[in-house]
């Protein structure tokens, strides 16, 4: 009769080296306090619903005061009376909660219920006076075909009362 012998190496590494110093880990303010997939936010202002959002996670800091949502944001913007005005999509958005304001940041679209749409890669949503700017390139399509360019926005959220701040661009229209 033939035996197996079976034998087993059990080996242990030791490091031997200094233990990584905790500064480089970073700070506290530097991991998010909590995280959430999915999440649906509601903005407020008086106690009327102004604006929710929504995205694919959310990371809260707690000691910074702000929200990162990052993964397809979509954004309602809604009046005084919470009526629906617009919608915003981005790539990645701020909420800074001493404030409520929003920054949306990457491939930003904000399509109001009037027929304009804006293109640009960042803005700035102020909840306190119900306005959005921007300060880089734009691109307005307004509900009669018109497309206008420029650098520098300012709007309310509906897109009824917009102005580009340097605008170019050229027309077929007649002066």
């Known amino acids: ?80 009376d919470e009526e629906h005005m617009s919608n915003l999509k981005s790539e990645r958005a701020f909420v800074y909660e001493n404030s409520d304001n929003l920054l949306a940041i990457g491939n930003v679209v904000v399509v109001s219920d009037s027929g304009v749409t804006l293109f640009t890669d960042s803005l700035y949503w102020e909840n306190d006076n119900e306005r959005i700017t921007s300060n880089d390139t734009v691109m307005l399509t307004t509900g009669v075909n018109d497309t206008l360019y420029g650098v520098g926005f300012e709007s309310d959220v509906d897109l009824t009362h917009w102005k580009i701040l340097h605008p170019w661009g050229v027309t077929a229209r007649e002066k």
């Open 1 to 80: 009769m033939k035996k197996t012998v079976q034998i087993f190496f059990l080996t242990t590494v030791v490091g031997c080296g200094e233990v990584e110093d905790q500064a480089s880990l970073g700070n506290r303010s530097d991991y998010a306090d909590q995280e959430s997939w999915n999440p649906v936010i509601i903005l407020t202002r008086e106690a009327k619903k102004r604006a929710v959002v929504r995205a694919s996670h959310l990371a809260k800091y707690a000691q910074k005061q702000e929200i990162v949502l990052d993964g397809n944001v979509d954004a309602d913007f809604y009046s005084t």
